[in-house]
């Protein structure tokens, strides 16, 4: 299916769901769930944060479907919606709250679900080392290599310009190559709140 | 970098998946419709303790009917039925709401759907960042219906595990605890549902959820502290409407909205403050902490209106002007105010006896009773469960009969304030004088949980259609801990009136005594402003607050449009930061860099002000006039310290408005800097209560702002 076509017929489903109409709804929420999930997990390092993010992305984005215009795949849309869902979340989410998170992490009874069910993040150096870049460095490196975006896109779904967005991108691969090879301690041992700056 | 990122690395289970999607689409569906009044049934605590019961009986039958012995006996009242039939239980109301209880009764699992709401809230959070703006309406409690088919489809195992499928709930040790957010934005009605094993099918639920919130560790994730007064903080009602953008004056160089001369979000702040608690971010509304403030117009008697404009270098940003426009309606002494025919209708439900809420209304009234002369009527409306008239119009000479009414007043039943008004209106129809003013008086803590209809549609069209036919009304918010500022505000938008929030005994004189003239009589209805700029000097422009007073820019003109209403003596003010642009736009021989703009008049923008004569002044009743008002360049000349002490007030006014509504535009100013320009104006102006409030209030915002998020600004 080439992305023309991919497009157009993005197109055509987001007009049929605009009315209200709930399969067309289902079918953008089933053509898309598993890879918006997979990026907000990246993105915040927090399970349930995706999930409660996802939630939000989906009911915004639903109910604008009018504002999507096909300019790019429905997916990559509604991307730059929870995108923009996760920028806010990390700007009002205090220390404090992420502190709390962190207890909470701490203290949940791994028992209940076996490691898998609790925070992915831990124990996993690449997701820490990705915790630890800011918002936008990891946007921006997660829309280029997991998701194969143009610069384009990447700087229209982060609101800054073309050159920004590259900026962005190189920063963040720099700062990634540095922690992964050097496996400073930080890196390793899961503590999220260095992505605090 | 690549061989790191994969793109099934994280999945949802299957059963997941479906209820996130079954929380989608149920907050999809009531969509495009501001939840004005959230259902509230009668007993919402009852509501979540019937819930509780309702899922641990299906805990029970699923497990039952998979044949496993894990809940013993001792469960009388729900082992023993058959699948499909679940028993409501009749629980004593544990809010003192007043309420009757319910009568046992058995419900058929499919009828679930709709009367076993989990009221289970979150917070919803909105995006207020950047270019790209979606503004959208809602309400900071949502509702969770369960659907039997979910039951069916999703085994659960017991109570907690079904509450902790929810969003926003957390299962931490066994306990389940509402995840974060401000005070007052986090309903706590799960908080604390003890956890396995489901104890809350023999306990009171009520004292179970008391329990467990005494017994909360330290630092637990319920997000809130322990509510002041032991009062459950829950069910605040506010409306999410955003922040105005900023808006490049060549796309758009009109800006258009309709006046408020309310003052309410700024009392309900000042209450919240007063207990300890940080105000709700949706709780604020920008333009009425600015106009609690004496703008500084000077008083006139002569024309409807008048607009004052002035403009100073802006506290936001540098490079930026904060431009003033003051709307001063005309001053009547009090001995001019036209009689009035007045309908109090009073709020005598259940909820209206915490915190002595009907004790507050009976000494208003009380006050206000004082205040009115010769040629006044008073009449009573109370509506509990069922409205009643109390009191025909009375005359005033027959004080002592209007204030044994008074004081008659106490708390019964669930809140019917439809009927309540229905009746008022007939009354007030019933003894219409046109030369009159006509007017209702509501007295509430804002609650519609009862009644032939709470939605907002069929009460805000009767008050609507009244108001067109000449009676007006005004409502008096009382109370915290169940108020909702949304249909108050609502009510007197729709209804051509006022909306006050009485926090204290000197709100209480403010309102009834110094301002009554004003609230009584209108001057004006539909008032509308629009300021256009020329693109050419203004670049950029942002309108601080009004932002539920949007009016289009093609409907300035179209009288059929509703909007705003002002009273004798009533000033309003609107806030612009703008952008001045730079040479070379320019006209020759004018800097705008400096101070250094004295010169020729060159025009910036113009202010048009559009407003019809009110019912009661017969001779013009109808007729619309429009004035307009020139801005000139030579007025943003002045640094912010040389602006008039008023000027100054109001913009640390919105400033501190910004900040608590956690604008994108205030996110560089911080409540800690804002506290020695605040306690300058208070020492410039001993004298002005409102001015020594701000001081207060911002140092106690600053307080109660988490020292670290301060350092993170």
Same mark, same amino acid.
């Given at each position: 299916m080439s992305e023309e076509h991919g497009r157009k017929e993005d197109l055509e489903l987001a007009r049929a769901a605009t009315g209200g109409d709930e399969t067309a709804w289902r079918r953008i929420y089933d053509q898309t769930n598993r890879q918006l999930y997979n990026f907000l997990c990246y993105q915040t390092g927090d399970r349930d944060a995706a999930r409660d993010l996802m939630q939000d992305t989906y009911v915004t984005a639903l109910r604008r479907l009018d504002t999507y215009r096909g300019q790019g795949t429905l997916l990559s849309w509604l991307r730059a919606v929870g995108l923009r869902k996760c920028l806010d979340w990390r700007r009002r989410a205090s220390l404090r709250i992420r502190k709390l998170a962190t207890f909470a992490r701490e203290n949940t009874p791994l028992a209940a679900g076996g490691a898998e069910e609790t925070f992915p993040g831990l124990g996993d150096g690449f997701q820490a080392a990705l915790d630890r870049l800011s918002s936008r460095q990891r946007a921006a490196l997660l829309l280029r290599e997991l998701e194969d975006q143009p610069f384009a896109e990447i700087a229209a779904a982060l609101g800054c310009g073309e050159a920004t967005a590259r900026v962005h991108y190189h920063r963040a691969c720099r700062n990634m190559r540095t922690w992964l090879e050097n496996g400073d301690d930080l890196v390793f041992n899961g503590n999220a709140e260095g992505a605090a700056s | 970098m690549k061989r790191f990122l994969k793109h099934d690395k994280y999945e949802l289970g299957d059963r997941d998946r479906e209820s996130l999607w079954h929380d989608i689409r149920r907050e999809l569906k009531p969509a495009g419709r501001p939840s004005l009044f959230r259902t509230v049934r009668p007993w919402p605590a009852l509501t979540t303790a019937v819930t509780v019961v309702a899922l641990a009986a299906l805990g029970v039958w699923w497990i039952d009917s998979n044949r496993t %012995?894990?809940?013993?006996?001792?469960h009388p009242g729900l082992?023993?039925?058959?699948?499909?039939e679940v028993v409501r239980q009749a629980e004593p109301a544990p809010l003192k709401y007043g309420g009757k209880p319910l009568a046992d009764e058995v419900v058929e699992i499919d009828q679930i759907e709709e009367s076993a709401s989990a009221a289970i809230s979150r917070e919803e959070k909105e995006s207020t960042e950047g270019a790209e703006y979606m503004v959208e309406v809602k309400s900071a409690v949502t509702e969770h219906s369960v659907r039997s088919e979910t039951f069916e489809k999703h085994a659960i195992d017991s109570v907690d595990d079904a509450l902790s499928k929810k969003a926003g709930v957390v299962n931490r040790a066994g306990e389940l605890y509402v995840r974060g957010g401000r005070s007052g934005e986090v309903s706590m009605q799960t908080t604390g549902v003890a956890g396995s094993p489901s104890p809350t099918v023999t306990e009171a639920p009520g004292k179970a959820r008391q329990n467990a919130a005494e017994d909360a560790p330290p630092g637990s994730v319920t997000g809130g502290t322990k509510p002041p007064n032991d009062e459950q903080v829950e069910l605040m009602y506010f409306e999410h409407v955003g922040v105005n953008p900023f808006v490049a004056t060549e796309d758009d160089s009109l800006s258009t909205f309709a006046v408020d001369v309310d003052n309410a979000s700024w009392t309900v702040a000042r209450n919240y403050l007063d207990r300890g608690l940080l105000p709700p971010a949706d709780a604020i509304r920008v333009e009425e902490f600015v106009n609690a403030f004496d703008p500084g117009w000077a008083e006139h008697t002569d024309d409807v209106f008048r607009i004052h404009t002035d403009a100073a270098a802006s506290r936001f940003a540098e490079g930026y002007h904060l431009l003033r426009i003051g709307l001063a309606g005309k001053s009547l002494g009090d001995e001019h105010r036209k009689a009035a025919n007045l309908i109090f209708v009073i709020d005598?439900?259940?909820?209206?006896n915490r915190e002595n809420r009907l004790g507050a209304v009976r000494k208003s009234l009380h006050l206000l009773l004082d205040e009115l002369g010769e040629g006044d009527r008073v009449g009573l409306v109370v509506y509990g469960s069922r409205g009643e008239?109390?009191?025909?119009?009375? %005359?005033?000479?027959r004080r002592e009969v209007i204030a044994r009414a008074i004081d008659g007043l106490a708390s019964n039943g669930s809140t019917n304030v439809y009927e309540g008004l229905e009746l008022a209106y007939g009354l007030a129809r019933k003894h219409y004088e046109p030369a009159k003013i006509n007017r209702l008086i509501l007295c509430s803590d804002g609650v519609a949980n009862n009644g032939a209809s709470t939605e907002a549609e069929k009460i805000l069209s009767l008050v609507r259609r009244s108001s067109d036919e000449g009676i007006t009304i005004s409502t008096i918010g009382f109370g915290m801990g169940n108020y909702n500022d949304v249909l108050m505000e609502k009510l007197a938008n729709k209804g051509d009136g006022n909306y006050y929030y009485v926090d204290r005994q000197e709100e209480t004189e403010r309102v009834f005594r110094e301002n009554l003239t004003g609230m009584l009589q209108t001057i004006a209805r539909e008032v509308k402003v629009q300021v256009e700029f020329d693109p050419r000097l203004v670049k950029r422009w942002r309108l601080l607050g009004y932002e539920n007073r949007d009016v289009a820019d093609r409907d300035f003109r179209n009288d059929a449009v509703d909007a705003g209403e002002v009273g004798v003596g009533h000033r309003v003010t609107a806030l612009y930061e703008v952008k001045l642009a730079r040479t070379?736009?320019?006209?020759?021989?004018?800097?705008?860099?400096?101070? %250094?703009?004295?010169?020729?008049?060159?025009?910036?923008g113009t202010v048009r002000l559009r407003h019809e004569a009110p019912a009661h002044d017969t001779a013009r009743a109808g007729q619309v006039e429009e004035i307009e008002q020139t801005l000139l360049l030579s007025q943003f000349a002045g640094d912010f310290a040389s602006g008039t002490v008023g000027m100054r007030a109001q913009a640390v006014a919105a400033e501190f408005a910004e900040i608590l509504k956690e604008s994108f535009w205030a996110k560089e100013s911080s409540l800690a800097d804002l506290v020695p320009v605040a306690d300058g104006l208070a020492a410039e102006m001993p004298g002005d209560p409102t001015i020594r409030d701000l001081a207060a209030m911002i140092r106690q915002a600053a307080d109660l702002q988490d020292p670290v998020q301060q350092q993170e600004k």
């Open positions: - | %012995d894990m809940m013993g006996a001792g082992l023993g039925k058959r699948p499909g005598i439900s259940g909820s209206m008239i109390r009191l025909e119009p009375t %005359d005033i000479s070379p736009a320019v006209p020759e021989g004018i800097s705008t860099v400096g101070a %250094d703009w004295e010169g020729p008049a060159v025009r910036v």
